[in-house]
C-alpha cells in the first residue's frame, strides 16, 4: 500500500459552520483524547485548534451552545441541519461533563447516542444465563466455562503469522486504490504493475508501470 505521504492530496477548506465544528470538537479532544476517532480535513484547522493553551470546558460549553444557536440559524437541508444538531449536543453534553455538571446517565445516552435508553428486565437476563447454565459444557459458573470457551479459539499473534506466511504470497497480492488516476498513478507504479478502470468498473489502461 502506498504510504499517505506519497500521494498529493489537498483536503476541501471548510464552511464556516464546519470549521468552528471541527475546532469545538479538538477543542474538547485536549480534554478528552481519542475523541476525534478520525480527521481528512485541511491540517491548518485542526493545528490552529490544537495549538496554544486549551479552552476550559466552561467556555467549551458555550462555544457550543453558540454553535447549536448558529447551525438553528443557518440556511441548511434538514438533513444536515438535525445531523450538526445532534453532533453538537453530544459534544456539548461531554463538556457539561468536563465541566464538573453532574448529568444524569440516561439524559447522556440520549443525548450523545441521539437514542431513548429502555431498560431491559432483570429478567430477560436472567434466562439468558439459564440459558447459557445449560448449554456450556464442563463445571464451574456459566461466566467461568464461557471465558474457557473462548479461550478455545485465541489466536495469538505467533500462530496468525504463521498462517499468514503460510497461505499469502505477497507477489499475487492485488491492492485497489481509489482516487485521482492523474495523481496517484505514477506513485503506485513504483510499487508494480497498475491497471486504470473508470467509474463503471471498464478498464482505461493496463499493464503500466
Given at each position: 500500500?502506498?504510504?499517505?505521504?506519497?500521494?498529493?492530496?489537498?483536503?476541501?477548506?471548510?464552511?464556516?459552520?464546519?470549521?468552528?465544528?471541527?475546532?469545538?470538537?479538538?477543542?474538547?479532544?485536549?480534554?478528552?483524547?481519542?475523541?476525534?476517532?478520525?480527521?481528512?480535513?485541511?491540517?491548518?484547522?485542526?493545528?490552529?485548534?490544537?495549538?496554544?493553551?486549551?479552552?476550559?470546558?466552561?467556555?467549551?460549553?458555550?462555544?457550543?451552545?453558540?454553535?447549536?444557536?448558529?447551525?438553528?440559524?443557518?440556511?441548511?437541508?434538514a438533513s444536515r441541519?438535525?445531523?450538526?444538531?445532534?453532533?453538537?449536543?453530544?459534544?456539548?453534553?461531554?463538556?457539561?461533563?468536563?465541566?464538573?455538571?453532574?448529568?444524569?446517565?440516561?439524559?447522556?445516552?440520549?443525548?450523545?447516542?441521539?437514542?431513548?435508553?429502555?431498560?431491559?428486565?432483570?429478567?430477560?437476563?436472567?434466562?439468558?444465563?439459564?440459558?447459557?447454565?445449560?448449554?456450556?459444557?464442563?463445571?464451574?459458573?456459566?461466566?467461568?466455562?464461557?471465558?474457557?470457551?473462548?479461550?478455545?479459539?485465541?489466536?495469538?499473534?505467533?500462530?496468525?503469522?504463521?498462517?499468514?506466511?503460510?497461505?499469502?504470497d505477497p507477489a499475487?497480492?492485488?491492492?485497489?486504490?481509489?482516487?485521482?488516476?492523474?495523481?496517484?498513478?505514477?506513485?503506485?507504479?513504483?510499487?508494480?504493475?497498475?491497471?486504470?478502470?473508470?467509474?463503471?468498473?471498464?478498464?482505461?489502461?493496463?499493464?503500466?508501470?
Amino acid at each position: 500500500m502506498t504510504p499517505e505521504q506519497d500521494v498529493p492530496t489537498e483536503a476541501p477548506p471548510l464552511d464556516a459552520l464546519s470549521h468552528d465544528y471541527v475546532t469545538l470538537a479538538f477543542g474538547i479532544e485536549r480534554h478528552v483524547e481519542g475523541l476525534v476517532d478520525a480527521y481528512y480535513g485541511p491540517p491548518a484547522v485542526r493545528n490552529a485548534a490544537l495549538a496554544g493553551e486549551a479552552q476550559a470546558p466552561a467556555a467549551l460549553v458555550e462555544a457550543a451552545g453558540t454553535l447549536h444557536e448558529r447551525i438553528t440559524a443557518a440556511d441548511l437541508p434538514a438533513s444536515r441541519r438535525g445531523y450538526l444538531h445532534a453532533q453538537v449536543r453530544a459534544l456539548a453534553t461531554i463538556c457539561r461533563k468536563l465541566a464538573g455538571e453532574p448529568v444524569p446517565y440516561g439524559d447522556e445516552v440520549r443525548l450523545c447516542f441521539d437514542i431513548e435508553p429502555v431498560r431491559t428486565p432483570d429478567r430477560v437476563y436472567d434466562e439468558a444465563v439459564a440459558k447459557l447454565d445449560d448449554a456450556l459444557p464442563g463445571s464451574g459458573s456459566p461466566a467461568e466455562r464461557m471465558i474457557a470457551r473462548r479461550r478455545r479459539f485465541e489466536v495469538t499473534p505467533e500462530q496468525a503469522m504463521a498462517t499468514a506466511k503460510k497461505y499469502w504470497d505477497p507477489a499475487r497480492l492485488n491492492i485497489v486504490a481509489v482516487g485521482d488516476a492523474m495523481k496517484i498513478r505514477d506513485v503506485l507504479a513504483k510499487k508494480g504493475m497498475v491497471e486504470v478502470f473508470d467509474a463503471e468498473g471498464s478498464i482505461k489502461s493496463a499493464g503500466q508501470r
